[in-house]
């Protein structure tokens, strides 16, 4: 599958962190550190997250999806889009698809 095919229809998405920010923080008039508290995380790792600087884990999916609705996956998904638009460059040119493989090489 050419680059081309592997990206068509997606889009620049943003960090999920600055989505948690501007959709779920912000509206709510919560600080960093009051929604660390409500996250049970703490106020750096949430910082981190909102700034860029780490992903959205399995298990900050959930908590996410308790506190601000949704669902694990959709935070998951979020991760996952922002991910794999950054390595739309990643070359793979070298890697050839098994079924085009023979048995003695």
């Not at 703490?42 to 997250?49: D, P, Q, T």
């Not at 638009?85 to 098994?98: F, G, M």
Request: aromatic share 8%; net charge neutral.
């Amino acid at each position: 599958m050419d680059k081309e095919k592997r990206y068509e229809g997606m889009y620049n998405p943003p960090h999920p962190g600055e989505i948690i920010l501007e959709v779920c923080i912000k509206p709510l008039g919560l600080t960093i550190t009051d929604a660390a508290k409500a996250l049970k995380v703490s106020r750096k790792s949430l910082s981190e997250l909102i700034n860029g600087k780490y992903g959205v884990s399995p298990e900050m999916a959930v908590k996410l999806s308790k506190a601000f609705g949704s669902t694990p996956e959709h935070w998951l998904g979020l991760q996952t889009q922002y991910d794999l638009w950054n390595l739309r460059d990643y070359d793979v040119s070298d890697i050839k698809p098994l079924h085009e493989m023979t048995v003695n090489g």
